[in-house]
């Protein structure tokens, strides 16, 4: 064989399998500037990965699928709950009806009307152990689904459950239509939401186009681009050339150096939050002591200077906007180190502790710099954390499997506090066992909270159950980061959500 | 020598039979790192809430991901379905790796060809003129130039270019979707020049030092002293003797490293948002996607023992001294 | 695959026709080096960056290499801070050589690793029968196969991430080079005269090895450890470039040229630094290492 033929062979090659390069559309320009909206290429780091809502964990799915499928309340931009499916709702006296009034023009992507059979079969789905839902747990107290009449749907709780309006909010609790199975909305999305899923070249870019029939009022943009950029300095990079328009940015280093030009960034705090989580239920720390002394040991100002650069606020457990916890309620607002070695002084360990503690690589920018600062904080008051660094997978197996003492975690926030932390912090919570603490104070606490409806009557409630955990120092609440969400001049009338949600890519346009 | 015994032996068939046995282990090996890697497709897809899990809601999830099976069944069963020409599925998005694989190959091999050819077209003129007058300035220049492209990182080199380019020029033509060659040829090759041009001086490096070599060793023979001495103008003989004789070991040399830029140069298709094939087996790591890894890997190595198979032939076909070893 | 494909990673062809004179002695090898000029230029600029190195590990730094000076964020090269500081107002200096050590430590002891591991297995697979030529050949076929920086990704995520891990992973991915490296000479030295004369006269087996067939393998070995250092270098600052390498807050090249580009155009310094050092240290190992090969192996020498 010689070289020239080896050559051909290759080239030959090459033809053949380019023959078949392009799909579904996406060739040729990408930006199609037509019609009152225009398109808007948003730049992501990765695609989503799945299209199914119900098993959406991910941050990209999930902003992405609530563009195209609807819920039966929404979330409006200070997180408050507001009617979206559903039109109104009420509960019954004893609370334990929750009666849900839907639109009449919900219509899917295929044509089809939505109908309370839709409703009553996704919550039944949902709730059954066999399609893995995620938000299966969400609808725990409620036990029956009825579809009373086309446009009624009424469900019997179990027991009472404020928070469940505002967890139907959730993408992960979206309404499908009777009979979806994941296999078919993996290659062809059927939703109710402002866009409808276009071209897709998987891991590469995704165009949803606007969902004229949308009950909310069609979408002034005709398409979203979603491109995947798997770097985010490359995505800046995009939008310094102008070949991006919008993207969300989570390293607050990369964010800063973004702005400028004709670029803008809008700041906004988000509901997750950093936290140095704390396993009460294995010694050291079942010594509540040895907490306290952990709480009084750390600068929290500091942790955000030197990991983040600055860019977060101090918090407190409760995160949401409606119910947020006072970052100054807790035994050691600043830092003491000597009332910390006090604590440790008391406690059954006064010669100071070793701490196992996992930390995440990779996952997201500040993980590894704020151990690092953590464990050099807290060396001074005798308490050693020996830091575990790994990548997400093993992270995320010891997370699971709860084999950790401490755990270095940016953990997502809800705008309710009850779905927020009731799965950690209560004895019967499915997250208990990660959480590692659980007293007859909070269950009762918890338990008050989710029977009582009335908004101003639950915020003491939670903010009895935000100084119960501060007091016993249940894990270390650090601080709330930002989302970048960074835009060239001529995007316009989009709302960045505390959440991260993308919802307002319905009210915004392009020039 | 019995028919069957002369193809038993035959150097072809047995490096084929090699070939075969060493895919093999890489299958082998591929399929079992996966599986020793921490985490698995649950994880992977429900991240943290893995932990909310009910042990119904897991049995449920293990069955549909196939990993209920022993390990064993397992790999039988995707050899199986390699055999029959399934690559598999990717978990997240329902395609098959086959058409995921046959749409990433062309961008890495237009990629490869690219650079290799650029590699070439700067790597031997400049091993040419540094030999023509070894131990002189242009020599020490030509391999301080070799050098420089050897030491200097692709993915420094790559990330200052991207930065500076789009931030002062506004050019980046890799921030557009990608376009296939013979969809868009002229955007295409604007999204190539970048990544072509760092990893072709990459590539400058390795080839312009063996064709240097080659090329000194060469020269102090004695056909090439003969035809000097017969009054040959130098720079025909630098051309038709001494660079024809020396094109064995380049032509090694090009085809090994073409070889490992078909695995993909990671590094610079992350930079650049080129879909090749080593983002696509370095995503479905991250990913913990095992139908894409394994198959992936499989290619690549066919790939890369496809052309060490012809760079031998090859080797073997232009210098007869080495048939006999 | 033949002797040619260990031309991949750095490694030169195995010398054809086996033996050699004894090897020198040792002040007679530096003195040889440090006369040829290949040689001197490499162990220059290789001693300069691992004297550096050192003075890290011994804390003679200009600053801590993780302190954080909060006031002088970003600040340009020249004055307090020799080459400025980075976005947490760390010394770039300071971590440039730290980061140098680092990068170092990892490639000295993957390379070693792999050094020992892979020449013991290619010359037991050169002196002994296909029954222990095979399965290592197939070992070797198998991990050349793997394309590299994936195959160490993969071996690195394994295992909690450490600096030791790392080298773990890139060793594993550098045997197959020593394994063919060493393998060629033995083959032909089993063959020489003396080598012939020690087995007749009834020396052990181990004996000849150590005696006989290592000293001669010790020129192109030693050639070898040099260019797989350079490469581990680049290994290494490649895996911290994808945020798979030694874990923050130790200073690794790659990891500072990933945190560089995002600054590159406001702080060019921070990108600047780690580059210069990558470059040192590779052009300075590539260059001893051919002015080893030229010193060790005169008749390899191109001159």
């Known amino acids: 064989m010689t070289r020239l033929r080896m050559v051909s062979i290759v080239l030959a090659a090459t033809l053949a399998l380019a023959g078949c390069s392009s799909s579904g559309g996406d060739g040729g320009s990408s930006d199609a500037v037509g019609g009152s909206g225009g398109t808007l290429v948003v730049g992501v780091t990765s695609d989503p990965d799945t299209l199914f809502p119900w098993k959406a964990t991910q941050f990209q799915a999930v902003n992405v699928l609530g563009l195209l499928y609807g819920t039966l309340t929404e979330l409006d931009k200070d997180l408050a709950t507001k009617p979206s499916i559903a039109e109104k709702w009420e509960y019954s006296d004893d609370a334990k009806t929750l009666t849900l009034h839907l639109r009449k023009d919900v219509t899917f992507a295929d044509g089809s009307a939505l109908t309370s059979e839709d409703v009553k079969y996704s919550l039944e789905t949902i709730k059954d152990e066999k399609t893995a839902a995620v938000a299966a747990a969400s609808l725990a107290a409620v036990d029956t689904v009825e579809a009373s009449d086309p446009q009624t749907v009424v469900l019997h709780l179990g027991a009472p459950d404020a928070g469940l309006v505002a967890s139907l909010a959730s993408v992960n609790l979206a309404i499908l239509k009777k009979g979806s199975t994941e296999a078919e909305l993996t290659t062809k999305a059927n939703g109710t939401g402002p866009f409808t899923l276009g071209a897709r070249t998987p891991n590469q870019s995704m165009t949803l186009e606007a969902n004229e029939k949308y009950y909310g009022g069609a979408p002034k943009l005709d398409s979203v681009e979603f491109r995947v950029i798997p770097d985010e300095t490359s995505v800046v990079a995009a939008l310094q050339s102008g070949d991006v328009q919008m993207a969300t940015l989570d390293d607050p280093l990369v964010a800063k150096t973004a702005g400028g030009g004709n670029i803008t960034i809008a700041k906004t705090p988000q509901l997750s939050y950093h936290a140095l989580q704390l396993k009460a239920s294995t010694p050291p720390l079942d010594d509540v002591n040895v907490r306290l002394a952990i709480q009084c040991a750390i600068d929290r100002q500091q942790v955000i200077d030197t990991a983040a650069a600055g860019e977060g606020q101090v918090t407190g457990p409760i995160t949401s906007p409606l119910y947020k916890s006072d970052p100054q309620a807790r035994p050691c607002p600043t830092r003491d180190v000597a009332k910390a070695k006090d604590y440790l002084a008391k406690s059954k360990h006064p010669n100071g502790v070793h701490l196992k503690t996992i930390v995440s690589q990779g996952e997201y920018a500040t993980s590894v710099n704020e151990a690092q600062n953590l464990k050099s904080q807290l060396a001074e008051a005798g308490i050693t954390l020996d830091l575990e660094v790994m990548e997400i997978g093993s992270f995320v197996d010891k997370w699971v499997a709860a084999d950790f003492h401490a755990a270095v975690a940016l953990n997502g926030g809800r705008p309710d506090p009850d779905t927020m932390y009731g799965r950690y912090f209560t004895s019967k919570g499915n997250l208990n066992k990660v959480a590692g603490y659980h007293s007859a104070t909070l269950d009762q606490l918890f338990a008050k909270g989710k029977a009582t409806t009335d908004e101003a009557a639950r915020k003491p409630i939670y903010a009895d159950i935000s100084k119960e955990l501060e007091d016993q120092a249940v894990w270390i609440w650090l601080f709330t980061g930002n989302t970048y969400t960074a835009m060239t001049k001529g995007v316009s009338g989009f709302t960045p959500m505390p959440t991260g949600s993308l919802q307002y890519l319905r009210d915004a346009s392009v020039k | 020598m019995t028919a069957l015994r002369r193809v038993r032996t035959h150097p072809l068939v047995r490096r084929v039979a090699e070939a075969v046995a060493t895919l093999l282990g890489v299958a082998v090996c591929v399929f079992l790192m996966l599986r020793v890697i921490p985490g698995d497709q649950i994880t992977a897809t429900y991240g943290t809430e893995a932990a909310a899990l009910t042990p119904a809601q897991r049995e449920a999830l293990r069955s549909y991901y196939g990993i209920d099976r022993p390990l064993a069944v397992q790999f039988l069963g995707w050899l199986g379905e390699l055999g029959t020409g399934n690559l598999g599925f990717a978990r997240r998005t329902g395609q098959s790796v086959a058409s995921m694989t046959a749409h990433a190959l062309p961008v890495t091999l237009e990629l490869a060809v690219l650079s290799t050819l650029l590699g070439l077209a700067l790597g031997v003129p400049l091993a040419m003129w540094s030999a023509s007058r070894p131990g002189a300035l242009r020599d020490i220049v030509g391999q301080g130039i070799g050098l420089a492209a050897l030491a200097l990182p692709s993915f420094l080199l790559g990330s200052v270019l991207l930065a500076v380019v789009s931030r002062y020029a506004g050019y980046n033509p890799n921030a557009r979707r990608y376009a296939p060659l013979f969809d868009d040829p002229g955007l295409n090759l604007q999204q190539m020049l970048f990544p072509t041009l760092v990893l072709g001086f990459a590539l400058t490096a390795p080839i312009m030092r063996t064709a240097r070599s080659a090329l000194l060793e060469i020269e102090g023979q004695d056909f090439v002293r003969t035809a000097r001495g017969k009054g040959v103008s130098p720079g025909r003989i630098r051309v038709r003797h001494v660079l024809r004789a020396a094109l064995v070991p380049i032509v090694t040399m090009t085809g090994i490293q073409f070889g490992y830029l078909l695995g993909g140069a990671v590094v610079v298709e992350q930079i650049f948002s080129l879909p090749g094939l080593g983002r696509q087996v370095l995503t479905g790591l991250l990913q913990k996607e095992y139908a894409v890894v394994q198959s992936s890997v499989l290619v690549v190595a066919l790939g890369f023992v496809v052309v060490n198979l012809a760079t031998d032939l090859l080797y073997r076909a232009i210098d007869p001294r080495v048939r006999e070893s | ?303």
């Open chain 3, 1 to 303: 695959m033949t002797e040619a494909s260990t031309t991949v990673l750095g490694a030169e062809p195995a010398p054809l026709g086996g033996g050699g004179p004894p090897p020198r002695r040792a002040r007679g090898i530096l003195r040889a080096l440090l006369a040829n000029r290949s040689g001197a230029v490499g162990a220059v600029l290789t001693g300069v960056v691992v004297l550096a190195a050192l003075a890290s590990y011994a804390g003679l730094t200009p600053f801590d290499p993780v302190a954080q000076h909060a006031a002088d964020r970003l600040q340009g090269p020249g004055g307090t801070y020799w080459l400025g500081t980075d976005q947490f107002g760390r010394d770039t200096f300071s971590r440039a050589v730290a980061g140098a050590a680092g990068s170092l430590q990892v490639a000295v002891v993957a390379v070693a690793i792999s050094a020992v591991v892979g020449s013991a297995a290619g010359v037991l697979a050169g002196w002994f029968g296909s029954a222990v030529r095979a399965p290592v050949l197939a070992v070797t076929n198998i991990l050349f196969a793997f394309p590299p920086l994936l195959l160490a990704l993969a071996l690195a995520s394994m295992f909690t991430r450490s600096w030791f891990t790392i080298a773990i992973a890139i060793a594993v991915v550098y045997v197959p080079i020593f394994v063919r490296v060493a393998r060629g000479p033995v083959l032909s030295l089993r063959e020489t005269e003396f080598v012939r004369a020690a087995v007749v006269v009834g020396m052990p087996t181990w004996r000849v090895l150590l005696r006989e067939v290592l000293p001669n393998l010790l020129p192109v070995l030693i050639v070898q450890v040099t260019l797989s250092l350079s490469w581990a270098v680049l290994t290494e600052a490649s895996l911290s470039f994808l945020g798979l390498g030694t874990p923050p807050p130790a200073a690794s090249l790659g990891s500072m040229v990933l945190d560089a580009r995002v600054l590159v155009t406001i702080a060019w310094w921070t990108m600047a630094a780690p580059g210069v050092v990558i470059v040192l240290l590779v052009v300075g190992l590539n260059l001893l290492g051919d002015g080893l090969r030229d010193v060790l192996d005169p008749r390899r020498a191109v001159r």
